[in-house]
């Protein structure tokens, strides 16, 4: 049977226009890259072997939002949590490909002589040069990337997975995903939370902050959100939207 038989898909206009658009306030047709344009498309139910993937669900916020506890609390409820931060560090270390390019850029002392990352020395590089920081990043997030979707298909039991990420917007990934979940705290209670936390100063916290998208355009751009304010409860918003993904996973099914 001809491919274009077997498989039937059709153009979702409204994602194309709104979430998926918006990453440079953009329309489809202007936004690059391959999962830009795989992410507008949904197959039919029923008519190809794709369809069995489980939904990818991203979960966001900014730093000191709270977005591990929240994944915490989803993983009481059996879905399957991948950690990018924690899953870049390690392919920075076991990917091959990836630390030959990060010692290219970076030159042998990258890595000791055990070939653990010097990260305190790419730190006080990055920190300083914002073009080797994008060189960098534009190195570890395709590697994560490839990384979480090996995971992601390996969770044959699940019924969605979640990726959490602080930059799904800033680097793309979440063009890969199906919906995103945002975690947001008033700014004086993330900054609390990191200090006490990280044991750093206000203004290193502020200098990481300003290193991701506004909170608020986070939150314009995501498909839920979790409010983590400490006044509100986090279970009842976290079961609410669980429900909601499954009746979403159900109804693409049926």
């Known amino acids: 049977m001809p491919i274009h038989s077997k498989?039937?898909?059709?153009?979702?206009?409204?994602?194309?226009?709104?979430?998926?658009?918006?990453?440079?306030?953009?329309?489809?047709?202007?936004?690059?890259?391959?999962?830009?344009v795989l992410s507008n498309f949904r197959y039919l139910p029923g008519t190809s072997d794709w369809y069995g993937m489980r939904l990818k669900?991203?979960?966001?916020?900014?730093?000191?939002?709270?977005?591990?506890?929240?994944?915490?609390?989803?993983?009481?409820?059996?879905?399957?949590?991948?950690?990018?931060?924690?899953?870049?560090?390690?392919?920075m270390v076991e990917d091959e490909a990836l630390v030959a390019g990060i010692r290219k850029l970076f030159g042998e002392a990258a890595y000791d002589a055990e070939g653990q990352l010097q990260r305190q020395h790419l730190a006080q590089i990055v920190f300083q040069d914002r073009r080797k920081l994008a060189l960098l990043n534009a190195l570890v997030h395709p590697a994560v990337a490839r990384d979480s979707l090996a995971w992601h298909a390996a969770q044959t039991k699940a019924p969605y997975t979640l990726k959490e990420a602080a930059l799904l917007?800033?680097?793309?990934?979440?063009?890969?995903?199906?919906?995103?979940?945002?975690?947001?705290?008033?700014?004086?209670?993330?900054?609390?939370?990191?200090?006490?936390?990280?044991?750093?100063?206000?203004e290193a916290v502020e200098a990481r902050m300003a290193q991701q998208l506004p909170e608020a355009e986070k939150g314009e751009r995501s498909d839920y959100l979790i409010e983590n304010d400490g006044q509100q409860l986090l279970i009842p918003q976290v079961q609410r939207i669980h429900r909601a993904i499954l009746a979403r996973a159900g109804a693409l099914r049926n």
Do not use: H, M, W
């Open 7 to 36: 498989l039937a898909i059709f153009f979702d206009e409204k994602n194309a226009n709104s979430r998926f658009g918006r990453l440079r306030g953009e329309k489809f047709g202007q936004s690059a890259g391959f999962f830009g």
């Open 57 to 91: 669900i991203g979960i966001t916020g900014g730093i000191g939002s709270g977005k591990s506890t929240v994944c915490q609390i989803f993983a009481t409820l059996g879905i399957p949590v991948y950690y990018a931060d924690a899953a870049a560090k390690r392919l």
């Open 169 to 202: 917007f800033e680097s793309g990934s979440y063009q890969q995903l199906d919906q995103i979940i945002c975690v947001r705290a008033p700014r004086a209670l993330r900054l609390e939370r990191v200090i006490q936390r990280d044991g750093i100063t206000i």
